[in-house]
C-alpha cells in the first residue's frame, strides 16, 4: 500500500498583524489558518487491525503481544489500541501517528502478509512469527507504553515493611544502596550522638566526588518528610577542586516503594542486589528499544 503525503500551499493573509513577518513561516500559517485538519486515517486504524508488537515487560524482556486498532464511532481519526483489558489511546492523521508518547510519521516495510509498520523506530508485525524471529535476531524494535499503563503498585505491606526498615537506619546508623543511573553506588548512615533528636549524616560515595547529608527527623521518624540541615558536596580525585555545593534546611518527602525509597533528589534502595537487578532492567530495556525512542 502507498502513503501519499500532500504539502498544502496557503496564500498570504492580505492584512497581517505587525511583526508578523518576524515569526517563522509554519508558524505565520496557524497564526492566520488555524490547525490544519487530520488526513484520513490510514486504512489500519480506520478499521479493526491486529498488530503483533514486541513489547517490554517488568523484567525488561521482550515478549510478542497482539494488538487490536479500535477506531472512535464518532472520530475515525482517534480510537484505541487494545490487547486483553489494557489500552493505547492513539490519534491517526493519515501517515502521523500519536500512540503513547510516540509522535511518528509512520511507513511500511515489507509486503505481504509479513509487512510491517515503523513506528518511531519500534516495529508493529502483522506476522507473530516475524515477531518472534525478531527477537530471536535481537533486534531493537520493541515498543515502549509504560508511561501510558498503570503499573501496580506495591502491597501496603511491603511499603510499610520498607519505612520501617529505612527509618530503622536513619536512627541506628548501617548501610544504603544509591541507584546512579546504571551504577550502584555505596551510603552509609553515621549517627550524631550529639544531638537530642534523631539526628545523623548521609554519606555518598560517587567516583568523582561525596555527598553528605546532615538530617534530622523533626521529631517524628515517621511522619514521612526528612529535614535536612547542611547538604554539600566534595570533589574528589586528582582534580578535586574542593567543595561546590551546600544547601541548608531543605526538606525532603519520603516516597517509600517496596525495597527503595526516593528522597533527597535520590533513589535510596535497603539492598545493593535489588539496586542492581534494577539497574540491568533498565540496561535489558534500553538494548531492546529503538535509538530513536
Known amino acids: 500500500m502507498r502513503r501519499a503525503l500532500l504539502l498544502c500551499l496557503v496564500a498570504s493573509v492580505a492584512h497581517a498583524d505587525p511583526g508578523d513577518s518576524d515569526w517563522p513561516k509554519d508558524v505565520q500559517l496557524k ?24 513489547r517490554l515487560g517488568d523484567d525488561g524482556a521482550p515478549r510478542c503481544e497482539a494488538w487490536t486498532t479500535k477506531a472512535d464511532g464518532g472520530d475515525p481519526n482517534h480510537g484505541e489500541l487494545v490487547h486483553d483489558k489494557l489500552s493505547v489511546p492513539w490519534h491517526d492523521a493519515g501517515i502521523r501517528l500519536d500512540v503513547c508518547d510516540t509522535h511518528a510519521l509512520v511507513r511500511e516495510d515489507g509486503a505481504g502478509a509479513a509487512y510491517e509498520l515503523d513506528v518511531d523506530g519500534a516495529k508493529w508485525f502483522k506476522d507473530a512469527r516475524t515477531c518472534q524471529a525478531a527477537i530471536a535476531k535481537k533486534r531493537a524494535v520493541a515498543t ?16 510499610d515493611a520498607t519505612r520501617a526498615r529505612f527509618v530503622a537506619v536513619l536512627q541506628k546508623g548501617g548501610a544504603l544502596t544509591v541507584r546512579d543511573g546504571d551504577a550502584c553506588r555505596a551510603a552509609k548512615v553515621v549517627l550524631d550522638h550529639g544531638t537530642q533528636t534523631p539526628s545523623g549524616t548521609l554519606t555518598i560515595e560517587y567516583p568523582d566526588r561525596v555527598r553528605s547529608l546532615h538530617y534530622d527527623f ?3 521518624p515517621n511522619a514521612g518528610k526528612l529535614d535536612v540541615t547542611e547538604d554539600h558536596t566534595d570533589s574528589r580525585g586528582s582534580d578535586a577542586t574542593g567543595r561546590y555545593g551546600c544547601v541548608c534546611a531543605d526538606e525532603y518527602e519520603l516516597h517509600v516503594g517496596d525495597g527503595k525509597v526516593d528522597t533527597l533528589d535520590e533513589t535510596l534502595y535497603l539492598d545493593a542486589n535489588a539496586c542492581r537487578t ?10 531492546w528499544l529503538p535509538t530513536s525512542n
Do not use: Y
Open 144 to 159: 515502549d507504553f509504560s508511561s501510558c499503563l498503570d503499573q501496580a503498585g506495591p502491597a501496603q505491606k511491603a511499603i
Open 278 to 287: 534494577a539497574a540491568a532492567v533498565a540496561v535489558r530495556r534500553r538494548s
Open 31 to 54: 497564526i492566520h489558518d488555524g490547525d490544519v485538519p487530520d488526513d484520513p486515517p490510514m486504512a489500519e486504524f480506520a478499521s479493526p487491525t491486529t498488530f503483533t508488537l514486541m
Open 218 to 220: 523533626d521529631n517524628d
